[in-house]
T-cell receptor, first 113, second 116 residues
Framework: QKEVEQNSGPLSVPEGAIASLNCTYS??????FFWYRQYSGKSPELIMS????GDKEDGRFTAQLNKASQYVSLLIRDSQPSDSATYLC?????????????FGDGTTLTVKP | GAGVSQSPSNKVTEKGKDVELRCDPI?????LYWYRQSLGQGLEFLIY????????KSGLPSDRFSAERTGGSVSTLTIQRTQQEDSAVYLC??????????????FGPGTRLTVL
């Protein structure tokens, strides 16, 4: 079992819809969770961080964390074609791996006009 | 302020040659990561530096790969006797540090390595 698992996709949604991206992790002691967006041919860029159970909203993006179920999700409301990218989930437990974060392999999202 | 910079942006080399890839992290960032990404694949962790601690080298694929970080700042990834399977984009990332798990990483633009 991978430490951080994501559906590879591709996930395809129509423009204006809600895109839901999911990530599960195996280290129950993880404290910090991150979503990165990577456009084709570009480097990943951080879009959301979440540290507490519940929802965190930033514009059209909402991160949801459920530590008991060991999953974190990213919702993108009013999806735009410019949201088409690969979304990487990263998880961190400061008490293990010397605090090194672990990345999932990413979910590719396509938003169709 | 300046972000993470990497050089060169592209490197073409012949099989068997050594290459050095450079990363300049964001000033004040104590954590530095190297990753490798092949076309269409996820990030492959290579090595992790955190402050003055011994680096985590658990991701280095072979003893041909090594990295150092001088003065807690600039890092160099060296690949000796390059092979065609080393062809990939090499990404560097830095963060303020992982105290409390606040490991928000900022990535450089990457070095695209092609081994002929």
């Amino acid at each position: 079992q991978k430490e951080v698992e994501q559906n590879s996709g591709p996930l395809s949604v129509p423009e204006g819809a809600i895109a839901s991206l999911n990530c599960t992790y195996s280290d129950r002691g993880s404290q910090s969770f991150f979503w990165y967006r990577q456009y084709s041919g570009k480097s990943p860029e951080l879009i959301m961080s979440i540290y507490s159970n519940g929802d965190k909203e930033d514009g059209r993006f909402t991160a949801q964390l459920n530590k008991a179920s060991q999953y974190v999700s990213l919702l993108i409301r009013d999806s735009q074609p410019s949201d088409s990218a690969t979304y990487l989930c990263a998880v961190n437990n400061v008490n293990t791996n010397a605090g090194k974060s672990t990345f999932g392999d990413g979910t590719t999202l396509t938003v169709k006009p | 302020g300046a972000g993470v910079s990497q050089s060169p942006s592209n490197k073409v080399t012949e099989k068997g040659k050594d290459v050095e890839l450079r990363c300049d992290p964001i000033s004040g960032h104590t954590a530095l990561y190297w990753y490798r990404q092949s076309l269409g694949q996820g990030l492959e962790f290579l090595i992790y530096f955190q402050g003055n601690s011994a680096p985590d080298k658990s991701g280095l694929p072979s003893d041909r790969f090594s990295a150092e970080r001088t003065g807690g700042s600039v890092s160099t990834l060296t690949i000796q006797r390059t092979q065609q399977e080393d062809s990939a984009v090499y990404l560097c990332a830095s963060s303020l540090g992982t105290q409390g798990g606040i490991d928000e990483q900022f990535f450089g633009p990457g070095t695209r390595l092609t081994v002929l």
